[in-house]
């Protein structure tokens, strides 16, 4: 098979030589692939579903059915791995040529264990997205607070400014009392600028 550094495009293009006279010219679009397919070597499937254990190969150690205690199960085959891989160790010092089956067994123990966390993998999604949801909530509530408080100060602070320049005005006075404000022409007030974060 020959190779290059840059090698030509693909003669597809030849296919689109008169699209900018006669755009109808060119050929359709392929449709979506739907089923399986292989790519690099690999054969993949346009389903999102998670493909049993069976339908891999894989003999199933854990239990069937639709309502699986996944934390019962992922410390069960957390203790089989463990039970397994003492028993390699042990096969290794005493028969080393009996490895090959224990490899196997430590490797469908693997497998379960995989599929098992990856059935989990929607779940985890879920509590994730209703987790950034909540954050989003929290933050947007604490931003609309800092508005208020700003807006309260801002108000406060432009009828101690209109008092400062126009004593005689009672609006201020009455919008004080009104809002239960202390207010600015009182002789105690004293106008603090909270700090801005």
Not at 2 to 25: F, G, I, M, V
Not at 51 to 61: A, D, H, T
Not at 176 to 184: E, F, K, S, T, Y
Request: hydrophobic share 35%.
């Amino acid at each position: 098979m020959a190779t290059a550094t840059y090698p030509p495009p693909p003669p597809y293009y030849r296919l689109y030589k008169n699209y900018a006279q006669d755009p109808q010219s060119a050929p359709e679009p392929p449709p979506p692939i739907e089923g399986t397919y292989i790519c690099f070597g690999g054969s993949y499937t346009t389903s999102d579903a998670l493909p049993s254990l069976e339908e891999q190969g894989v003999r199933q150690l854990y239990s069937k059915g639709p309502n699986i205690d996944f934390k019962k199960e992922l410390r069960s085959l957390n203790g089989e791995l463990q039970l397994h891989v003492l028993e390699l160790a042990d096969i290794l010092i005493e028969r080393p040529s009996q490895y090959a089956r224990r490899v196997e067994e430590i490797s469908t123990v693997f497998k379960n264990l995989h599929h098992l966390l990856n059935s989990l993998r929607p779940h985890q999604a879920r509590a994730t997205l209703i987790h950034i949801l909540e954050l989003q909530i929290e933050r947007r509530k604490q931003a609309v607070e800092d508005i208020k408080r700003y807006a309260h100060f801002l108000m406060f602070f432009l009828m101690s400014l209109t008092t400062i320049l126009d004593p005689s005005t009672i609006f201020v006075g009455m919008f004080c009392n009104l809002h239960g404000l202390q207010n600015p022409r009182d002789s105690s007030f004293l106008l603090v600028v909270p700090e801005v974060t």
